[in-house]
């Protein structure tokens, strides 16, 4: 059994003249990014590898996950094939981890992390908001072998507030 958790970066600001890549968080992504990963605290999330888009939003939503949830630092990784938007990057990222990771968490972007939760999960989101958090569970102990799999839990910041 193959456990992905995905999470889309959360809320970025546009006040600063900078490339897309280096567009930091704004306040709301912020507290949102707080808000999801505390009230994950409580769900014993198993995390055997948790791998980020190196984007500067992206990768300080991950470290607010990082600190919140206790998890070390030994299993993550900052990568830039995650700074992916098509999904392509995405898919092959976690079609290629190797199978002894059963709980694999991923932080990166839209409209990839929308495309694959409905593409590989059974519940269709519309489009999973900024710090959208979106757990699927896969009958495989493959991940180059995952097809369809089950969506067993979504957490959005309006949810919470």
């Avoid at 990057?89 to 990771?101: A, Q």
């Avoid at 519940?123 to 969506?151: A, M």
Wanted: aromatic share 12%.
């Amino acid at each position: 059994m193959k456990n992905l958790k995905l999470v889309r970066h959360a809320k970025s600001s546009w006040e600063f003249d900078v490339i897309d890549h280096e567009r930091p968080l704004n306040e709301r992504g912020f507290s949102d990014a707080h808000l999801v990963s505390n009230h994950l605290i409580g769900s014993k999330l198993e995390i055997d590898k948790l791998a980020s888009s190196d984007a500067i939003r992206a990768k300080s939503t991950a470290e607010i996950f990082i600190e919140n949830l206790q998890i070390n630092s030994n299993l993550v990784s900052f990568n830039y094939d995650l700074y992916d938007f098509a999904g392509y990057n995405l898919i092959d990222f976690i079609k290629s981890c190797d199978d002894i990771v059963n709980n694999l968490m991923i932080f990166g972007h839209n409209h990839a992390i929308t495309d694959f939760v409905n593409t590989y999960g059974d519940l269709f989101i519309d489009n999973v908001p900024t710090c959208g958090f979106v757990e699927i569970e896969f009958n495989t102990n493959q991940w180059n072998k995952i097809e369809k799999g089950r969506t067993i839990r979504t957490v959005f910041p309006k949810e919470l507030k």
